[in-house]
């Protein structure tokens, strides 16, 4: 092969690893401590008892240590049809230690199946992995079932273990409930001292404590669950790897020692992280989804020039880590994968039904990603077939899952640099001032970064067909798409939406435009946020564009500051950790009871989670008449009054003020006033609230029949002695209205 040391250079065919190395993981001897039981995991206390969420948590070692003689079992939603919820567990057991016994139960008379066991794999690294299938009956009605588990891991030396936990079914029309985070660990550019500060624990312990309040029936892991970036520090061939010249780093073969080595660390950290207090309580105690980023992998996986990426160390890297992925947050295997309905061309994307009203759209944006493409036309072609044909008419919101987000800031000089900086000669990547803020692989630090980006140069072209056949399908389906993603630790909402033929054109109204959809971004539950002032300069850069008759902005959402609620000048994103809590708006919104807010409380068609944030205080002045619960004011308007619906078109002198929450409210969901309504609408309001001859007359705090509601739990910066408090910010997302149908 020519001697090159353009980082950029082309071959195609690659002549170093045409195809890629195909391996399994090899069984290794087992490093367990059978000796030593682990702590309870914790789970919901039982009615009457205390209920505690808090747990603290040690960093994860570094290596990972190693497992226990037992671990999971890992909760995993698959979908609901013809009556029924399906799932599954995973449990990981010391092959020569006796299989686990589990069994589950209702209280409610929902019948629940015996679960059928499918081994995964016999040996690996002396663990035998299973899969449970799980399936209960879904009732009729409004509702939701609990369901109990019991797994027992019997042991001829001691006594028998037993875990315990519990959770929640909706039934057939009922209201679903979940959550949505990114970034569940520190990179490797984190120092030790400032995540320590941040802690593992403070963002999942409040969303455990929601949790507690109001189960949620699903839990969706948007990406970097498990950050491996040290893999190339804590395994000594990789280090010396990465020191290698270029010519011989993307030339070095893939041992199978070092396969070894890889794919151990990849299950050592997956079960460390899996079984830290916090994380378990989740995934044992609601259902999991799960969409994979470049850190599961290692930082920027896809986003490297040919030559590195198609060399046989970053292949072999890319195939353990996806075995292992496929493993921990899918419940499968290579071989076994599109049997358990992942599709693709190469990738593993998921389509999920929550009911007859609410679909996932999970997406791969690794397996088949280039600096060119993201995903393989041939992807994209089954994903919009299989929306159309497996996605029931009655579905109203569809929650399309992308790690990185569709929508984000565009920073076209830096992408020009950084290319420029990329294909320099080598001499001049290494002169010092350069090659401080180089990636250990001697590219620009942020050069990986900028490529992942949906709007990037290389990948807006793709992501443009894509929104395009969203929009389609919208229109074809009258559904509702929203996205959700993570990725750039930070929080913000962004909107597509027809583009208005002139400022005052009336014709077509946010709710009967099948092209209004929202980003979501939320990020990180754990990681460290940039820069207050990054993110501060991303808001002099242009926010809005147009293409293909489509409107998206940036928009400002955050008015007031987590901190004390003082105005923000830059509205657009927040540098604070956050997770992500939605529900559909059941048939039934409550009736307030006497006495106001502080008295408030929700039937079962209504989410409970802590309110913390007041709205329709006009002019940002709270009167000092009206107070609530622990000091907080709450301000509660007539729905016939200036307020009515507010929920899609609020007039924008109205500023919620933030009050703040600790790691839990009270077990009533109580706290504050009602949270954060975002405008639909650049301003426009809608005094009669008649569109097509519908007249939609609700409480515009609660949301409408059919409404999705997503809710921003923003961490504040500042600590306390009880640790960081949280505020919360809501955006109301109406369906596709069908003009012509009535609506309650």
């Known amino acids: 092969m020519a001697k090159t040391k353009d980082l950029s250079a082309q071959s195609d065919p690659n002549p170093i690893n045409p195809g890629g190395p195909e391996s399994l993981p090899r069984a290794n001897t087992w490093h367990g401590l059978p000796g030593i039981k682990r702590p309870d995991s914790p789970v919901d206390a039982a009615p009457g008892e205390p209920k505690k969420a808090i747990v603290e948590s040690p960093a994860?070692?570094?290596?990972?240590?190693?497992?226990?003689?037992?671990?999971?079992?890992?909760?995993?939603?698959?979908?609901?049809?013809?009556?029924?919820?399906?799932?599954?567990?995973?449990?990981?057991?010391?092959?020569?230690?006796?299989?686990?016994?589990?069994?589950?139960?209702?209280?409610?008379?929902?019948?629940?199946?015996?679960?059928?066991?499918?081994?995964?794999?016999?040996?690996?690294?002396?663990?035998?992995?299973?899969?449970?299938?799980?399936?209960?009956?879904?009732?009729?009605?409004?509702?939701?079932?609990?369901?109990?588990?019991?797994?027992?891991?019997?042991?001829?030396?001691?006594?028998?273990?037993?875990?315990?936990?519990?959770?929640?079914?909706?039934?057939?029309?009922?209201?679903?409930?979940?959550?949505?985070?990114?970034?569940?660990?520190?990179?490797?550019?984190?120092?030790?001292?400032?995540?320590?500060?941040?802690?593992?624990?403070?963002?999942?312990?409040?969303?455990?404590?929601?949790?507690?309040?109001?189960?949620?029936?699903?839990?969706?892991?948007?990406?970097?669950?498990?950050?491996?970036?040290?893999?190339?520090?804590?395994?000594?061939?990789?280090?010396?790897?990465?020191?290698?010249?270029?010519?011989?780093?993307?030339?070095?073969?893939?041992?199978?020692?070092?396969?070894?080595?890889?794919?151990?660390?990849?299950?050592?950290?997956?079960?460390?992280?899996?079984?830290?207090?916090?994380?378990?309580?989740?995934?044992?105690?609601?259902?999991?989804?799960?969409?994979?980023?470049?850190?599961?992998?290692?930082?920027?996986?896809?986003?490297?020039?040919?030559?590195?990426?198609?060399?046989?160390?970053?292949?072999?890297?890319?195939?353990?880590?996806?075995?292992?992925?496929?493993?921990?947050?899918?419940?499968?295997?290579?071989?076994?994968?599109?049997?358990?309905?992942?599709?693709?061309?190469?990738?593993?994307?998921?389509?999920?039904?929550?009911?007859?009203?609410?679909?996932?759209?999970?997406?791969?944006?690794?397996?088949?990603?280039?600096?060119?493409t993201i995903q393989d036309d041939r992807t994209w072609k089954e994903t919009f077939d299989r929306l159309d044909a497996q996605i029931p008419q009655t579905t109203q919101h569809l929650l399309a899952v992308f790690a990185v987000p569709l929508s984000f800031v565009r920073i076209r000089f830096a992408e020009s640099v950084f290319e420029r900086l990329k294909n320099a000669p080598h001499i001049v990547r290494q002169l010092p001032l350069v090659k401080s803020t180089n990636s250990i692989f001697g590219l620009p630090e942020l050069y990986d970064d900028l490529l992942d980006e949906w709007t990037h140069e290389n990948h807006i072209k793709e992501r443009n067909s894509a929104i395009a056949n969203f929009q389609k399908f919208a229109e074809k389906r009258q559904c509702r798409v929203t996205f959700l993603s993570g990725d750039v630790h930070c929080c913000g909402l962004s909107r597509f939406r027809t583009k208005p033929s002139h400022k005052n054109d009336e014709s077509l109204t946010p709710v009967a435009d099948p092209r209004l959809m929202y980003q979501i971004i939320s990020s990180a539950i754990v990681n460290m946020p940039p820069p207050r002032n990054a993110l501060r300069?991303?808001?002099?850069?242009?926010?809005?564009?147009?293409?293909?008759?489509?409107?998206?902005?940036?928009?400002?959402?955050?008015?007031?500051?987590?901190?004390?609620?003082?105005?923000?000048?830059?509205?657009?994103?927040?540098?604070?950790?956050?997770?992500?809590?939605?529900?559909?708006?059941?048939?039934?919104?409550?009736?307030?009871?006497?006495?106001?807010?502080?008295?408030?409380?929700?039937?079962?068609?209504?989410?409970?989670?802590?309110?913390?944030?007041?709205?329709?205080?006009?002019?940002?002045?709270?009167?000092?008449?009206?107070?609530?619960?622990?000091?907080?004011?709450?301000?509660?308007?007539?729905?016939?009054?200036?307020?009515?619906?507010?929920?899609?078109?609020?007039?924008?002198?109205?500023?919620?003020?933030?009050?703040?929450?600790?790691?839990?409210s009270d077990e009533s969901g109580l706290g504050g006033g009602e949270p954060r309504i975002h405008k639909h609408s650049g301003g426009r309001f809608c005094r009669h609230g008649k569109h097509g001859g519908i007249e939609r007359h609700e409480d515009f705090g609660r949301g409408l029949e059919g409404d999705l509601r997503i809710r921003l739990w923003v961490e504040s910066s500042l600590k306390t002695d009880k640790g960081r408090k949280f505020a919360s910010y809501e955006v109301v997302v109406p369906p596709v209205l069908q003009v012509g149908h009535a609506t309650k």
């Open 537 to 664: 300069a991303y808001h002099y850069f242009k926010m809005k564009w147009h293409f293909d008759g489509t409107e998206e902005e940036l928009l400002n959402y955050f008015e007031r500051r987590p901190e004390g609620g003082r105005k923000l000048r830059h509205q657009k994103l927040l540098p604070n950790r956050n997770w992500c809590h939605f529900s559909l708006v059941g048939p039934t919104p409550p009736e307030p009871s006497p006495g106001g807010m502080a008295g408030l409380r929700l039937n079962q068609a209504e989410p409970v989670v802590p309110r913390t944030l007041i709205n329709g205080v006009a002019n940002g002045e709270l009167p000092a008449n009206v107070a609530g619960v622990d000091g907080s004011h709450q301000v509660r308007s007539s729905a016939n009054g200036p307020d009515f619906w507010r929920h899609h078109w609020p007039f924008t002198k109205h500023h919620p003020y933030p009050s703040s929450l600790g790691p839990t």
């Open 60 to 372: 994860v070692h570094r290596p990972p240590k190693s497992p226990e003689d037992y671990c999971g079992p890992y909760l995993q939603f698959v979908g609901t049809r013809d009556g029924s919820w399906f799932g599954s567990a995973l449990l990981l057991r010391h092959k020569h230690l006796a299989l686990p016994v589990f069994t589950m139960k209702t209280e409610d008379g929902a019948k629940v199946q015996e679960p059928r066991w499918e081994t995964l794999y016999e040996d690996m690294f002396g663990m035998t992995c299973w899969r449970l299938h799980l399936e209960v009956e879904t009732l009729s009605g409004i509702g939701e079932t609990t369901v109990s588990w019991l797994c027992t891991w019997p042991h001829e030396e001691k006594e028998d273990f037993t875990e315990k936990g519990r959770f929640v079914v909706p039934h057939q029309d009922g209201v679903w409930r979940g959550g949505f985070f990114s970034c569940n660990g520190f990179d490797a550019t984190v120092p030790t001292n400032l995540a320590q500060s941040l802690t593992y624990t403070q963002v999942w312990n409040h969303l455990g404590s929601v949790h507690l309040e109001k189960p949620m029936h699903l839990l969706i892991w948007g990406g970097d669950q498990n950050y491996i970036d040290n893999i190339f520090d804590d395994i000594p061939f990789l280090k010396r790897w990465v020191e290698m010249d270029w010519n011989t780093k993307w030339q070095h073969e893939f041992s199978q020692k070092t396969e070894e080595e890889v794919c151990r660390y990849h299950m050592y950290m997956a079960l460390e992280n899996w079984e830290r207090p916090e994380v378990k309580l989740a995934l044992a105690n609601i259902p999991s989804l799960m969409s994979w980023d470049d850190h599961d992998i290692f930082d920027g996986a896809g986003s490297y020039p040919p030559l590195l990426h198609d060399s046989p160390v970053m292949m072999g890297l890319f195939i353990c880590a996806q075995r292992y992925r496929l493993l921990f947050q899918h419940h499968t295997t290579p071989e076994l994968a599109r049997s358990h309905q992942l599709f693709g061309y190469k990738g593993h994307n998921q389509i999920i039904q929550c009911g007859p009203k609410l679909s996932v759209l999970l997406t791969d944006g690794r397996t088949e990603r280039t600096p060119e």
